[in-house]
């Protein structure tokens, strides 16, 4: 396989498609013996509303000693994971408890699939020990199924991995696994509408009338995640590298962070690179972004760049502090892919259907539109805020 990959990089300057090709075989390898492997027991894969459905059933995982069955929901984004956790009974007995839990992690699985199983894991059985906690329930005689909605589910080597993972857990029965714009669609939407998720990354799908399910941006590299909290500070950071190149002068505010490869993740490299490079090379993406992507590989936790983001939010929105050059670069250039990406719905024949925002960053860029650029959108903008652990409660309820 390593000679495969060196032969395809020597004909990048000369052909294109040829790499093109390489990196398609490359990505195709893992899924193929996974499929014809275990895989074709324990998951099978339906059609959802916009995204696949991996629908996951435990090997040996046996129901005789669930007298509860619990519900659970999970939302995993790329800096937190979020388990919602309720009793579920034909009989409304035992009566209806709920329990939330939550972590700052990275759960975006195609990049540590395992890593993020066992956080996932973790919160699942806080959420539960909480249940058992409100009402007279045997901790032992508990059983749950599961609907996660997690970013990174497009690899499918990668969902494997996360629910071998998932599915050690001899309480699990049933998990399906989901988008996180899939669970937030649920919760908003029942025939039409687009979900737009602008935090850590980006992504948006939506369904139209009469077309077929569309997904037009977050193809999970940063390069594709504009706008997000990853390209402002990667912006702000391209931004002050162009400014302090000759000069020892720093923004100790906001300086360049050093990148740390984590051993989890950099063991997963040579799994997560072809998936993510076959997507660059398909969105024609430019050097500089190429290099962003790299370093959204390689960061060992996501969630600096949300808190960077909301600093150089913070920081450009207080009366207090003087203007700066690349906070007002990196936003203002947000707020134009923000724009941009309407009009990328519009012609995905998506322009009359009603959509719904969410993450850290939604809220900040669309309340910071003029007028005039809001006006001609607010008449198909969903108030109210989505959730997307209710929409995976929905699902669950549906399913299971």
């Not at 005789?64 to 999970?74: A, D, E, R």
């Not at 402002?232 to 162009?242: K, L």
Request: glycine share 6%.
């Amino acid at each position: 396989m390593k000679n495969f990959l060196i032969r395809c990089f020597s004909f990048q300057k000369l052909a294109q498609p040829i790499l093109l090709w390489c990196f398609a075989l490359t990505l195709s390898l893992p899924v193929f013996s996974a499929i014809t492997g275990e895989i074709d027991e324990a998951l099978k894969i339906e059609e959802g509303k916009i995204s696949p459905w991996y629908v996951y059933t435990p090997p040996g995982n046996k129901v005789t000693h669930c007298h509860t069955h619990i519900l659970v929901g999970v939302d995993g984004g790329a800096s937190t994971i979020r388990v919602r956790a309720e009793t579920h009974s034909n009989f409304n007995y035992p009566p209806k408890f709920k329990s939330d839990a939550l972590k700052e992690s990275n759960g975006k699985i195609v990049i540590a699939p395992e890593e993020v199983a066992k956080n996932t894991r973790e919160l699942i059985t806080k959420s539960l020990e909480q249940i058992v906690s409100q009402g007279d329930l045997s901790e032992e005689a508990l059983c749950y199924s599961a609907v996660l909605g997690m970013s990174g589910s497009e690899d499918l080597t990668s969902v494997q991995a996360f629910l071998n993972v998932l599915g050690q857990d001899p309480r699990l029965q049933k998990a399906i696994l989901v988008s996180d714009a899939e669970t937030v669609w649920h919760d908003v939407f029942e025939e039409e509408g687009v979900v737009i998720i602008i935090g850590t990354g980006h992504v948006i799908r939506g369904i139209a009338k009469g077309l077929p399910a569309k997904q037009i941006s977050g193809f999970s590299a940063p390069s594709s995640d504009k706008p997000s909290a990853a390209r402002i500070t990667h912006d702000y950071d391209d931004c002050m590298d162009e400014i302090s190149y000759l000069s020892d002068d720093k923004i100790s505010l906001f300086h360049k962070k050093p990148v740390f490869i984590g051993q989890h993740e950099f063991k997963l490299l040579p799994r997560a690179i072809p998936f993510f490079l076959s997507q660059q090379l398909l969105s024609h993406k430019s050097d500089v972004e190429q290099r962003a992507f790299f370093s959204m590989v390689q960061v060992q936790n996501n969630k600096e760049y949300a808190a960077r983001a909301k600093l150089l939010n913070d920081f450009r929105t207080d009366p207090n502090t003087k203007p700066d050059f690349c906070v007002e670069y990196a936003w203002e250039k947000a707020k134009y892919d923000f724009l941009r990406r309407f009009k990328d719905i519009e012609e995905a024949g998506m322009g009359h259907v009603p959509f719904v925002i969410q993450g850290s960053i939604a809220d900040p860029l669309w309340n910071d539109l003029l007028p005039e650029e809001k006006s001609p959108l607010e008449s198909r903008k969903i108030i109210r805020k989505p959730d997307a652990l209710g929409g995976a409660l929905k699902i669950a309820r549906k399913s299971f």
